[in-house]
């Protein structure tokens, strides 16, 4: 086995990356670990943030740049630190591990190595287990979270706290005008000015408009009109709010 390798990390959530975050750095330790006792270099190292399992391999930025690297460098191995960082989902991971396998490329599954390297049927049944559970991980996970926020939404409709459909509002789950309060700002502020032709507020094309015109800001009619949807809704509900706490503590 050619020395030179490559390691592959991949980190579903958004919420998991950064400095300050785990997944990398525990990715990072496996794989070094690992390649230091098998006398690997570690020659480049790639990176998917915020990239679900259940995506094609070949369909992954970082993975994609990895492979390109690896036909212009001469590399023939790829390391990961686990099987679920290759895929979440059995036939992705069958089906990308089949398509590498027959471009030449060994791959290395730290806690699992003889699963990918060995072409065996004991080595393809422990792969196949192992995606089997990676999947029943993400699927179970996916369930869990459907739950937390469905009675969260419950409890929130319970106080009040109701999105624009008449549902409770998740916690973290923001609408555009919160997610973009500047922009949010800058259209509130346009749809307050006349239009001298109509003598009507200026309409969500006109504030599109302007928006590119006078501050190099790409922001469609649509998503205009759903900006200051939601301001209008935002402080009906904060009226109904405040009316319920006057109402509580007389």
Request: charged residues 30%; hydrophobic residues 30%.
């Amino acid at each position: 086995m050619d020395k030179n390798v490559c390691a592959y990390y991949r980190t579903s959530s958004n919420t998991n990356v950064g400095n300050d975050k785990d997944s990398k750095k525990r990715q990072q330790h496996s794989v070094k670990t690992y390649t230091q006792s098998k006398g690997l270099n570690v020659v480049n190292e790639f990176y998917d943030k915020g990239v679900s399992g259940t995506l094609d391999v070949l369909n992954r930025p970082s993975f994609m740049e990895m492979l390109n690297y690896c036909e212009e460098n001469k590399i023939s191995t790829i390391v990961f630190e686990s099987a679920d960082r290759l895929s979440r989902d059995l036939i992705i991971m069958e089906t990308g591990f089949q398509y590498l396998t027959s471009k030449g490329y060994k791959l290395i599954s730290v806690s699992s190595p003889d699963s990918f390297i060995e072409d065996t049927p004991t080595s393809t049944m422990i792969r196949q287990v192992l995606g089997v559970i990676s999947q029943f991980e993400k699927s179970n996970l996916v369930l869990k979270l459907k739950g937390a926020r469905d009675r969260k939404s419950k409890l929130n409709k319970s106080k009040g706290i109701i999105d624009r459909n008449g549902n409770g509002k998740c916690a973290g789950k923001k609408r555009l005008s919160e997610k973009h309060p500047v922009l949010s700002k800058m259209v509130v502020n346009y749809r307050k000015m006349i239009d001298t032709k109509t003598h009507q507020p200026l309409s969500y094309r006109t504030i599109s408009r302007r928006l590119k015109e006078e501050d190099n800001l790409v922001v469609s009619h649509n998503t205009v009109h759903r900006i200051l949807d939601d301001v209008v809704f935002m402080k009906k509900e904060d009226r109904n709010r405040r009316r319920r706490k006057r109402i509580e503590t007389a």
